[in-house]
């Protein structure tokens, strides 16, 4: 192996570690829902939709559960866990201040939540639509 030319591994590690940043950097600083916002809007390339994210956040995805089955159908005041009756803050940005402040924490909680309500990791669209009607609501 030549000193001046790469090991075509380390070339193939760095153009993956390159692309993990360019689809990780857009939320991974995030530390306001609004910048959240904008990561997932950006890596999904289009405007997100209030209307869809309250229809997705409330609607039953061929599981036993919604969105809304523990956050409530106004996630503005405290919820409780379906199953386990654990109390859930209030996930509405406007009533809990921390919410969507904490990128890995945000996107932990979607992948978890996702994965039961809908079966699967929620595209960075539905983060974003879902997210856009969350910031909305006021109090």
Known sequence: MSLLKPHRSTCRRSAAAWIAAIVIAPTAGASTPAELLAGYAGEAGAAPSPERG??????????????????????T???????????????????????FTDAAKADKWFRRNCN????????????????????????
């Open 54 to 75: 309250q229809s997705l956040f409330n609607s039953r995805h061929g599981r036993d559960w919604s969105c809304a089955s523990c956050h409530g159908a106004a996630p």
């Open 116 to 139: 039961d309500v809908v079966g699967r990791e929620c595209t960075a669209a539905e983060k974003a639509d879902v997210l856009s009607w969350l910031i909305k609501l006021k109090p």
């Open 77 to 99: 005041g405290p919820g409780r866990h379906a199953a386990t009756g654990k109390p859930i803050a209030a996930l509405a940005p406007a009533f809990n201040p921390e919410r």
